[in-house]
């Protein structure tokens, strides 16, 4: 997964307690992500002539393109797309724990169950 620093994620699980030979641990059974950061990133100016990128001529003295000499002051700033996507995502079923629900019944509500009044739930023998 490609997280950021800024994104927002919701996570669910459980933590094991440390015994003698292993530390505290948690098990991460969904991750929710909530809130993606945008992603720049700065690159050397291309060249307005000749479409080359330029090189940096030092600290704070700009850009200059080897092949014709023309001149910027800044570098450019691009957006990255994002690999991941504003949603929901749980391991596959046969990593499932007992309590997770799955993906299909995620937004579903359980039916309600009539019960009949005169069976008894515990009887002892």
Not at 28 to 43: A, D, G, P, W
Not at 93 to 109: E, V, Y
């Amino acid at each position: 997964m490609n997280l950021i620093v800024g994104d927002k994620i919701q996570i669910g699980g459980g933590v094991r307690k440390a015994t003698k030979t292993f530390q505290r641990l948690v098990n991460i059974e969904f991750i929710n992500v909530l809130k993606l950061k945008t992603k720049y990133q700065s690159i050397n100016p291309p060249c307005k002539k000749c479409k080359k990128r330029m090189k940096s001529k030092g600290k704070n003295q700009g850009y200059q393109c080897i092949k014709c000499g023309s001149k910027s002051s800044s570098k450019k700033i691009i957006k990255l797309p994002r690999l991941i996507s504003k949603t929901l995502y749980i391991p596959t079923i046969s990593a499932h724990r007992h309590l997770t629900r799955p993906k299909q019944r995620l937004r579903t509500i359980n039916q309600k169950n009539q019960f009949s009044k005169k069976i008894q739930w515990i009887t002892s023998f």
